[in-house]
């Protein structure tokens, strides 16, 4: 139980554009979704939390209108880098916690490999 | 600020022995504190969760340790296998409702066989 899926598992854009990776939870209802950065040897660094419906809580020096985020429903969110640059390369992981019995918890997915050229 | 530390050097034990991961953390306090592994290029598999008023939590071979007074968690792995080495993240979430983790930088263990 507790299975979250994201897509795609790796991407490489040209800078310019815009990328979009879903992450959805199989088999719960995730009422919250957090995605992460991670950069090579350092740890997950929190970009944004998201609930069901609401807009997304944005850590500090993440730039909201950079990394749009969306959870239409419990089950999926997705995250849209626009105007990607060579920076943006890095590892995102989303996770999800939901109703009871993986409230407490968070689950994540396997993880996208993001590279711009 | 809040601080977690880990060891940051690769951790070596031969294959059958216990491995011991150390998670030190400061200016926090912590409601729960959760284990995570994570493979080279994967998405962090939870492992197991401790709360602050647990002391000790054991699942299969893993044991977890939790001691407020010196803001402390120690990871055990018993009868270490070449298929437990990966890295090891301990992460910190507070009481408030937003469920946000704070992670560390994780500790590399490697079991030799």
């Known amino acids: 139980g507790a299975v979250v899926s994201q897509h795609p598992s790796w991407v490489i854009c040209k800078s310019g554009t815009s990328v979009k990776i879903e992450c959805r939870s199989l088999d719960f209802q995730a009422t919250t979704m957090f995605w992460y950065r991670q950069f090579p040897k350092q740890s997950l660094m929190l970009m944004a939390t998201s609930n069901e419906g609401s807009k997304a809580t944005y850590e500090q020096g993440v730039e909201k209108d950079k990394f749009l985020i969306n959870h239409a429903s419990l089950t999926l969110s997705t995250l849209t880098v626009t105007s990607a640059h060579p920076e943006d390369s890095s590892f995102y992981i989303c996770?999800?916690?939901?109703?009871?019995?993986?409230?407490?918890?968070?689950?994540f997915g396997p993880g996208t490999r993001l590279t711009v050229l | 600020s809040q601080k977690i530390e880990q060891n940051s050097e690769a951790l070596n034990i031969q294959e059958g022995k216990t491995a011991t991961l150390t998670c030190n953390y400061t200016n926090y306090s912590p409601a729960y504190l959760q284990w995570y592994r994570q493979d080279p290029g994967r998405g962090p598999v939870f492992l197991l969760l401790?709360?602050?008023?647990?002391k000790e939590k054991r699942k299969e071979r893993l044991k977890v340790t939790f001691d407020t007074t010196l803001k402390q968690s120690l990871f055990h792995i018993t009868a270490s296998q070449p298929a437990d080495s990966a890295t090891y993240l301990c992460?910190?979430?507070?009481?408030?409702?937003?469920?946000?983790?704070?992670f560390g930088q994780g500790t590399t263990l490697q079991v030799k066989p």
């Open positions: 401790i709360r602050e008023n647990e």
């Open positions: 996770s999800a916690s939901g109703l009871a019995g993986v409230r407490d918890t968070q689950y």
């Open positions: 992460a910190l979430r507070g009481s408030s409702n937003t469920g946000k983790l704070i």
